[in-house]
T-cell receptor, first 111, second 115 residues
Framework: EDQVTQSPEALRLQEGESSSLNCSYT??????LFWYRQDPGKGPEFLFT???AGEEKEKERLKATLTKKESFLHITAPKPEDSATYLC????????????FGAGTILRVKS | DTEVTQTPKHLVMGMTNKKSLKCEQH?????MYWYKQKAKKPPELMFV???????INESVPSRFSPECPNSSLLNLHLHALQPEDSALYLC??????????????FGDGTRLSIL
């Protein structure tokens, strides 16, 4: 059973069309939830860390939120340059220092 | 530009060759990581070094040999690799690997192809 599940697998948006990506997790003893952006041929770029339910972080058009079982990455009025794969990862007591990644959501924003 | 620098960016090698991947960071981070990423898959952890000591080995085959000469450098020595080892190898670092969880910062990787 996957501990970290991201949905949808792929998302196509028109420029300006806001939407949300989901990351649900079943680990116990969450120590941190991380969002990364990865462009083709590049390494993951760190976006946000969330530590506890109710926490929110914002950066430009992106806003990340956390509940006890899932996190959302809200994208407001996206632009083509927001196209990338968005990865969610969790660190939990049961895994020690290991980051457990979801499979990612591929986002395409068309102008 | 990422603050974790990996060299080379691309590497093609035969199954009998010996080569090394290099990773460098100057952010004062004391935890460094090697990941393997196959196409359209998330990164998979291979090794973790904490304060220059190997703390996690995710049952990686011995043909991969990590080395941490100092707090800024991380190497991955490769020998007798198999075609299925072809992947993007990512290095990451974090301030430390103790609680609370701190973000890992990734380099852009070495694209490795095994002939």
């Amino acid at each position: 059973e996957d501990q970290v599940t991201q949905s949808p697998e792929a998302l196509r948006l028109q420029e300006g069309e806001s939407s949300s990506l989901n990351c649900s997790y079943t680990v116990s003893g969450l120590r941190g939830l991380f969002w990364y952006r990865q462009d083709p041929g590049k390494g993951p770029e760190f976006l946000f860390t969330l530590y506890s339910a109710g926490e929110e972080k914002e950066k430009e058009r992106l806003k990340a939120t956390l509940t006890k079982k899932e996190s959302f990455l809200h994208i407001t009025a996206p632009k083509p340059e927001d196209s990338a794969t968005y990865l969610c990862a969790v660190q939990a007591m049961e895994y020690g220092n290991k980051l457990v990644f979801g499979a990612g959501t591929i986002l395409r924003v068309k102008s | 530009d990422t603050e974790v620098t990996q060299t080379p960016k691309h590497l093609v090698m035969g199954m009998t060759n010996k080569k090394s991947l290099k990773c460098e960071q100057h952010m004062g981070h004391r935890a460094m990581y090697w990941y393997k990423q196959k196409a359209k898959k998330p990164p998979e952890l291979m090794f973790v070094y904490s304060y220059e000591k190997l703390s996690i080995n995710e049952s990686v085959p011995s043909r991969f040999s990590p080395e941490c000469p100092n707090s800024s450098l991380l190497n991955l020595h490769l020998h007798a690799l198999q075609p299925e080892d072809s992947a993007l190898y990512l290095c990451a670092s974090s301030l430390h690997d103790r609680a609370p969880s701190l973000p890992q910062h990734f380099g852009d990787g070495t694209r490795l192809s095994i002939l």
